[in-house]
Nanobody, 125 residues
Framework: QLLLVESGGGLVQPGGSLRLSCSAS????????VGWFRQFPAKERVGIAS????????AYADSVKGRFTISRDIATNTVYLQMNSLKPQDTAVYYC??????????????????WGQGTQVTVSS
């Protein structure tokens, strides 16, 4: 059974950077479409980035385009989310998950499963 674990969250000042990691056991992320999502308090989870199975093609939500970059490391079976120029409105719990397909647009949570437990990102001065 595929198990995902997110890490790398924390407190950062506006304009700063963080790199989130999505590590997997029980399966290969190299051959999977993987998405990153975030959830604001009392709001639904929304997709922000995804990477195509077996490749490097990625898609982003407009809210993070140009600031966030999704990538994968096959050797460590990890997918990363590099977050730059962070804003207070990026404060949320961030999750990764595996998708049934790559849509080419911001990922839809309904198409994803094997969710991790999430990691908190707080952007504040």
């Amino acid at each position: 059974q595929l198990l995902l674990v997110e890490s790398g969250g924390g407190l950062v000042q506006p304009g700063g950077s963080l790199r989130l990691s999505c590590s997997a056991s029980g399966g290969s992320l190299g051959s999977a479409t993987v998405g990153w999502f975030r959830q604001f308090p009392a709001k639904e989870r929304v997709g922000i980035a995804s990477i195509m199975a077996g490749g490097t093609t990625a898609a982003y939500a407009d809210s993070v385009k140009g600031r966030f970059t999704i990538s994968r490391d096959i050797a460590t079976n990890t997918v990363y989310l590099q977050m730059n120029s962070l804003k207070p409105q990026d404060t949320a719990v961030y999750y990764c998950a595996v998708g049934r397909f790559f849509s080419g647009t911001a990922p839809d949570p309904g198409d994803y499963g094997s969710w991790g437990q999430g990691t908190q990102v707080t952007v504040s001065s």
